[in-house]
Every structure is written in structure tokens, then in C-alpha cells.
């Protein structure tokens, strides 16, 4: 997948204003009132749906295509303001990791200032709330590529809690079971996390943390301990896996370090790394 084809799946912030118009005047038509706020609503629902959508659907077309009957009131909740700093963005805090997939290999902390200058306060992402007269509410969420890397982040990774519940005089067979149940379950969604596009982008734990977060926002059975689980297989399996296989197959077209590094996101040393694997790999062989 190329960089435009990415930023479509994402979708981009820069458009939001245009598609907040959009929103209101699609159920202004309709008359149904339409408010927009800057924190997560006090839901008085009973029942709120996330439902599963397109991913190459606009939010029009979502909104148009929701099975939400008799809406009475309808909420945009503007999410992950870009912060006024860049220093306290995802690559504010790794100078280093230039995102060169995203902002191009030649100017890439240019053309990313310029990104954050455009979007400085504003949203990179909204999340739709239909209310219905039934008491049931229906939310549809429209992310960004900038919010992968222009997030308010921390520089405190996460740190995983250190008990053991093997060492739980209470554990039993039951409870080994559903341990065994979620390790396979946290296995299949780091397969899932390693293989989604543009999750190589993610240069430490908490931009991992926050593009699975993303990425499994409308998996009602997906847990934050899965998440977490999942995070750190999904890492094991890209850096051991995938980018080998990508680097390799690019390297076998003519790639140099520079473009390879482009094409998959990780550096130009991570890359020269990695070919320098293959060769003595092929060399042994």
C-alpha cells in the first residue's frame, strides 16, 4: 500500500471542517438537531452500537446507511486535538524517527511541522452520536493518518503490571483455562495488528498502544488487557516477520536503504541492518 492509499483509509483531519458541515446540514434537512462539543457526551441511552462499517465509506455515506430509526438528537464530538507544541506530539518525542513514509524521505520534519502548524487546536478526529427515540445510540467514528503521529503522547512508557497469577494460591483449572483462552485470543489479534497497514509506522509503546486502541475501537469484545497482550505480540511479529520479508523483497527490486526505509517506515539503519542479515544468511546458505 502506498502513502495516498493509506491516507485515504485514514482519512485526513485537514478535511474535517468540510465534513462537520457536511454532518450538520445532512440532518439540519431533516430537522433533526445537531450540537457539536469538545468532551465525550453523558450517553442517557440504554444501549449504545457501535455498528460495523465500510472502511472505504465517507462519513456521509455511514451516517446515510445507519440503521438508527426516529434520531432525536445528533452529537459530533470533536476528539484528539492536535497540541499546541510539537514537542509534545508521538514525533516531537522521537526526533529521530523521521516518518519519512508519511511526510516523504527528503523533507520529512518540514513537512511535518507544517502538518502541525495547519492543524495546531484543531481535531483529528470526530466521533458521531445518533440518539434514537428508542433509547438505543449509534456512534460512528472518523479517524485521521495525522492523529498516528500528531497525538498529544507521553514520554513514560507503559509499564505492565508484575503479578503473577500463577502464584495465586486461588488459581485453579478454571481460571487456567480462561488464561489460555485470552493468550490465544491476544495471539490472533497481534497477527491482525502486525499485518494492518501502517502499523510499522509506530515508533514506541504508547504509539502502539494508541493505533491498537484505535484500530480495535469497534470490537466490543476486545478488552484493554487483550489490547495490551496484543500489542506487544504484534511488535515480535512485525520486526521478526514482516519487515524482514519487506525489506528483502525490496531489496531484491533494486531498493537502496533510503527508499526501502520510505516504503516501510522504520529507519534507514534498521533497514541497512536487516540487509546486512540477509546477506550473510544467504551467504551461509
Given at each position: 500500500m502506498d502513502v495516498e492509499q493509506f491516507k485515504i483509509l485514514f482519512g485526513d483531519a485537514q478535511t474535517?471542517?468540510?465534513d462537520i458541515e457536511a454532518i450538520r446540514q445532512l440532518f439540519s434537512d431533516k430537522g433533526?438537531?445537531?450540537l457539536e462539543v469538545s468532551?465525550?457526551?453523558q450517553l442517557n441511552a440504554h444501549s449504545l452500537i457501535h455498528p460495523a462499517?465500510?472502511?472505504g465509506q465517507t462519513i456521509i455515506e455511514r451516517l446515510e446507511g445507519s440503521p438508527a430509526q426516529n434520531i432525536t438528537l445528533v452529537v459530533i464530538e470533536k476528539t484528539e486535538l492536535c497540541?499546541?507544541?510539537?514537542?509534545r506530539t508521538a514525533i516531537g518525542y522521537n526526533p529521530l524517527h523521521h516518518f519519512s513514509f508519511l511526510f516523504g524521505a527528503d523533507t520529512p520534519e518540514e513537512n511535518a511541522r507544517k502538518e502541525h502548524k495547519a492543524l495546531t487546536n484543531k481535531p483529528m478526529g470526530i466521533t458521531v452520536y445518533l440518539f434514537a427515540a428508542n433509547g438505543l445510540c449509534f456512534a460512528y467514528k472518523?479517524?485521521?493518518?495525522?492523529?498516528l503521529v500528531l497525538d498529544q503522547t507521553d514520554e513514560d512508557p507503559f509499564i505492565d503490571d508484575e503479578y503473577d497469577e500463577y502464584d495465586d494460591p486461588l488459581y485453579d483449572e478454571a481460571e487456567e483455562a480462561a488464561y489460555q483462552e485470552r493468550q490465544e485470543k491476544e495471539a490472533k489479534l497481534g497477527q491482525e495488528l502486525a499485518h494492518a497497514p501502517g502499523w510499522g509506522l509506530c515508533s514506541n509503546h504508547q504509539q502502539?498502544?494508541?493505533?491498537?486502541?484505535?484500530?480495535?475501537?469497534?470490537r466490543d469484545n476486545v478488552e484493554q488487557g487483550h489490547i495490551y497482550g496484543a500489542v506487544e505480540r504484534a511488535k515480535l511479529i512485525f520486526d521478526m516477520e514482516i519487515l524482514p520479508e519487506k525489506v528483502a523483497a525490496l531489496h531484491k527490486d533494486g531498493k537502496t536503504p533510503k527508499e526501502i526505509a520510505a516504503e516501510t517506515g522504520c529507519s534507514q539503519a534498521k533497514a541497512k541492518r536487516i540487509?546486512?542479515?540477509?546477506v550473510v544468511s544467504q551467504e551461509a546458505q
Amino acid at each position: 500500500m502506498d502513502v495516498e492509499q493509506f491516507k485515504i483509509l485514514f482519512g485526513d483531519a485537514q478535511t474535517l471542517p468540510k465534513d462537520i458541515e457536511a454532518i450538520r446540514q445532512l440532518f439540519s434537512d431533516k430537522g433533526i438537531p445537531c450540537l457539536e462539543v469538545s468532551k465525550t457526551p453523558q450517553l442517557n441511552a440504554h444501549s449504545l452500537i457501535h455498528p460495523a462499517t465500510d472502511a472505504g465509506q465517507t462519513i456521509i455515506e455511514r451516517l446515510e446507511g445507519s440503521p438508527a430509526q426516529n434520531i432525536t438528537l445528533v452529537v459530533i464530538e470533536k476528539t484528539e486535538l492536535c497540541p499546541d507544541k510539537y514537542e509534545r506530539t508521538a514525533i516531537g518525542y522521537n526526533p529521530l524517527h523521521h516518518f519519512s513514509f508519511l511526510f516523504g524521505a527528503d523533507t520529512p520534519e518540514e513537512n511535518a511541522r507544517k502538518e502541525h502548524k495547519a492543524l495546531t487546536n484543531k481535531p483529528m478526529g470526530i466521533t458521531v452520536y445518533l440518539f434514537a427515540a428508542n433509547g438505543l445510540c449509534f456512534a460512528y467514528k472518523r479517524a485521521s493518518w495525522q492523529s498516528l503521529v500528531l497525538d498529544q503522547t507521553d514520554e513514560d512508557p507503559f509499564i505492565d503490571d508484575e503479578y503473577d497469577e500463577y502464584d495465586d494460591p486461588l488459581y485453579d483449572e478454571a481460571e487456567e483455562a480462561a488464561y489460555q483462552e485470552r493468550q490465544e485470543k491476544e495471539a490472533k489479534l497481534g497477527q491482525e495488528l502486525a499485518h494492518a497497514p501502517g502499523w510499522g509506522l509506530c515508533s514506541n509503546h504508547q504509539q502502539r498502544l494508541y493505533f491498537a486502541n484505535k484500530f480495535f475501537a469497534d470490537r466490543d469484545n476486545v478488552e484493554q488487557g487483550h489490547i495490551y497482550g496484543a500489542v506487544e505480540r504484534a511488535k515480535l511479529i512485525f520486526d521478526m516477520e514482516i519487515l524482514p520479508e519487506k525489506v528483502a523483497a525490496l531489496h531484491k527490486d533494486g531498493k537502496t536503504p533510503k527508499e526501502i526505509a520510505a516504503e516501510t517506515g522504520c529507519s534507514q539503519a534498521k533497514a541497512k541492518r536487516i540487509i546486512a542479515q540477509l546477506v550473510v544468511s544467504q551467504e551461509a546458505q
